[in-house]
């Protein structure tokens, strides 16, 4: 991930060998087609996880990937799943803080942010984001987006939930923050959450049925698994169908 907020979480999810993202696969793949990466570009995945679009990106657009996140543990499984995909040689690992990115200006043709501005500071992250992309680089994000306002009382059940207190923007406010780090050309759509896809089949489809299955029942004999994901909070989640999409962003570096 891409800074220290809600470690406890993402631990969790690291000792759990699986992430996801708010728009599942489908959402990653429309992301990465909107983008048009081409072969022979440098694209940066930050927050990336297992490693899945990072891998992605080498094997079916051809492209150079930098595949960065703060977990040594994270970095360790997108090494892995890069050399069973055969582009390993396409994937670096770098640790990577949204904050404060280690790369130089004008870096990237691409970036692609999935389910980690909600961890950030989002205005120093988005600037971050410009700051490393080339003039006419394009930047794609798959985040969590507020379908309508989100009542305090739920507000503090997601901070409960999640240890930390997540940026759940709407579609709008999402927008304006790229339009304020000098973003242009900016297009989104947001849908509603499909649970069941991100809970079974996305991660069955990215990870396997047996990983699938050794994940769930990590998630119940683990003890810091189960801390952090089995809370009386996790039973708000039902409740928040009205409330939370997925929203997939675009844009450009002028």
Known sequence: ????????????????????????????????????????????????????????????????????????????LTKQRAAGDGVAGSVRLVAGDARRLPFKDNTFDAVIVESVLVFCDVPRAVSELYRVLKPGGRLGCNEVTALRPIPPDKKEKLAEYFGFRPVVATEAEWTDAFKAAGFAGISSEARPLDWLDIAVFAPIQAYGIRKYLSALVKSVTDPQVRKARWKKSSLTAPRMLGYLGSGLYWAKKP
């Open 1 to 76: 991930m891409a800074d220290g907020s809600g470690d406890q979480y993402l631990e969790s999810l690291e000792r759990m060998g699986m992430t996801g993202h708010p728009g599942g696969l489908r959402g990653t793949r429309k992301l990465l087609r909107q983008l048009g990466i081409r072969p022979g570009e440098l694209a940066l995945d930050l927050g990336c996880g297992t490693g899945y679009t990072a891998t992605l990106i080498a094997k079916k657009y051809g492209a150079e990937a930098v595949a960065a996140d703060l977990r040594p543990g994270m970095l360790a």
